[in-house]
């Protein structure tokens, strides 16, 4: 048995690596991009499971026809591996209700996710949880160690699987290991509050690359360790691994900023299952039932507290309230994926929210016209797109989020340049997107003078509006998920070489 740098034990650790799987490139991740479902009858389907990761990862995963490792999105269950239709392998890791509640709603979501957000909640510290994330990252590790051919590259994704790369060095030195962190990385004094921040951080330098979304992110994350004794050379760059750290034990790794993006050509159809002609109604339709107003503005977030959902809507209701817009002209959209639902944090979000759309409409709206139009449940990709059709402006205002693939997805539709997007200073995506009427979430006059100069550009100056969305769909359709992924991909081979 041996120690990693992390502390967590490795049985069966060597250096010539473990016994061998085979495949030649393993994602690994929390959830497989699929949630085990049980139907009334007990049988077993399959339902695409949602969110950013899944949505960026699964086209990258079918084009290399890869092995994907990750939890099936149900307590206590271990099916057996399958192949999807399109030729991935899933490789399903049990999780017990214990490591659920310990490891992914525990330190994963009540611990890292608050951290690593700048602290929107406060981060609670707690030490069986901490015990629960190394003994879950030790499993994942171990059954990647199983399926990865030798030499394969091995590409882990995201903060509930930092100590991954330090475990499965040790089993496996022969695999090519990178990270890619989809949340923002922190600045370290905030960074530092952690208090396993020397085992985290140095599970991830064993990592050949480590990849961010922005280049503040690789800043925050460099000035950290620069406070331990690393060696550190080089410059920050974009899709490149312009910096090279090397630990004590003479271990290099590069590390960059590889800014995420979207399945541009997932987007360019109207529908995936029916003809422009069929969607342009089924569009109208959807109008005509809203009361054809004529102003929709939408929101499409996960129900979660770094989104700013409310802080939007009190935007929404501030203008209904001074007249600045007209409620039997204009409608709010605002679709929320149930999310982490059992957190007190998540459960107070959802409350305040529903409130905030009950009193609006309370409010404003007329019998058989709300005013607000909230759906709190995913729905399929094809209707997803239909909502990003029919809005006038997009409404995408978080506190903080790493990227925000929403805002891309919503500008994809746009080939024809219609529309408005409302994009939050501290959204990942306002690097590129600098087109966006950006405002500060937490500021609601910023907030709803941005709504307003949105519906106010649409109606008194649509060239200069249409210039300014034709720039953010080039950006858009030229740096796609495609990029990203390749990016990374040809990096890390650097970086290991
Ligand atoms: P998320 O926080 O999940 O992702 P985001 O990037 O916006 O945030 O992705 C959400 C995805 O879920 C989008 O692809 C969207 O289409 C889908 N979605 C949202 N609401 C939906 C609904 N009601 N029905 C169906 N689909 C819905 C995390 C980070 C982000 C980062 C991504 C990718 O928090 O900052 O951009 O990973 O790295």
Redesign the pocket.
């Known amino acids: 048995m041996s120690e990693t740098a992390t502390g967590v034990s490795v049985k069966g650790a060597n250096q010539t690596g473990g016994a061998a799987g085979n495949n030649s490139f393993v994602v690994v991740a929390n959830r497989l991009p699929v949630d085990m479902i049980t139907e009334a009858d007990g049988a077993k389907t399959w339902q695409a499971s949602?969110?950013?990761?899944v949505?960026?990862l699964s086209p990258v995963l079918e084009k290399h026809q890869g092995c994907w490792v990750g939890w099936p999105g149900v307590a206590d269950e271990s099916p057996e591996p399958f192949r999807t239709e399109r030729g991935v392998l899933l490789h399903p890791v049990e999780l017990t209700q214990y490591d659920y509640e310990e490891f992914y709603e525990g330190f994963s979501n009540a611990t890292l996710w608050p951290l690593y957000h700048n602290l929107i909640v406060t981060p609670e510290f707690n030490r069986s949880w901490w015990d629960a994330y190394r003994d879950v990252n030790l499993r994942f590790a171990t059954e990647v160690a199983s399926v990865a051919a030798h030499g394969a590259t091995v590409w882990v994704q995201d903060y509930q699987l930092q100590l991954v790369p330090g475990i499965l060095r040790q089993l496996r030195p022969d695999l090519t290991i990178g990270f890619f962190l989809?949340?923002p990385f922190p600045p370290p004094e905030i960074y530092r509050q952690l208090p396993w921040r020397d085992e985290m951080l140095r599970g991830l330098m064993d990592a050949d690359l480590i990849g961010f979304?922005l280049v503040s992110n690789v800043r925050n994350f460099v000035e950290l360790c620069r406070s331990y004794d690393f060696e550190i050379s080089g410059d920050i760059t974009i899709r490149e691994a312009g910096i090279t750290i090397t630990t004590p034990s003479g271990h290099k790794l590069g590390v960059g900023a590889f800014p995420?993006s979207i399945d541009t050509s997932a987007m360019a159809t109207p529908t995936a299952s029916g003809s422009h002609e069929e969607a342009d109604e089924a569009l109208e339709q959807m109008h005509l039932d809203m009361g054809s107003p004529s102003t929709v503005f939408l929101g499409?977030?996960?129900l979660?507290y770094t989104k700013g959902i409310l802080q939007r809507l009190l935007a929404f209701e501030e203008l209904l309230d001074s007249g600045a817009l007209d409620p039997a002209d204009v409608a709010l959209v605002q679709?929320?994926?149930p999310s982490r639902e059992r957190i007190d944090s998540y459960r107070i979000t959802r409350s305040n929210v529903e409130e905030a759309v009950g009193r609006i409409n309370g409010r404003f709206a007329q019998i058989g016209r709300p005013v607000v139009h909230y759906q709190h449940?995913?729905?399929s990709k094809d209707v997803?797109m239909r909502y990003y059709r029919l809005a006038d402006i997009m409404l995408v205002t978080p506190f903080r989020?790493?990227?925000?693939?929403?805002a891309k997805?919503f500008v994809a539709t746009r080939a024809d340049s219609s529309g408005a997007l409302v994009l939050s200073e501290f959204a990942?995506a306002a690097d590129e997107l600098t087109q966006a009427h950006l405002c500060n979430p937490f500021d609601i006059e910023d907030t709803k003078k941005a709504m307003l100069q949105a519906a106010w550009g649409l109606k008194d100056n649509p060239e200069m509006m249409k210039e300014r969305m034709a720039s953010m769909y080039n950006q858009v359709m030229e740096h796609d998920v495609d990029l990203w992924a390749s990016a990374f991909l040809s990096a890390l081979d650097k970086a290991r070489a």
Do not use: F, K
């Not at 949602?50 to 990761?53: C, E, H, R, T, V």
């Not at 989020?401 to 929403?406: E, K």
């Open positions: 949602p969110g950013g990761l949505s960026a989809h949340i979304h995420i499409v977030d996960r979660d679709l929320a994926t449940r995913s729905v997803l989020d790493g990227m925000n693939l929403v997805e990942g």
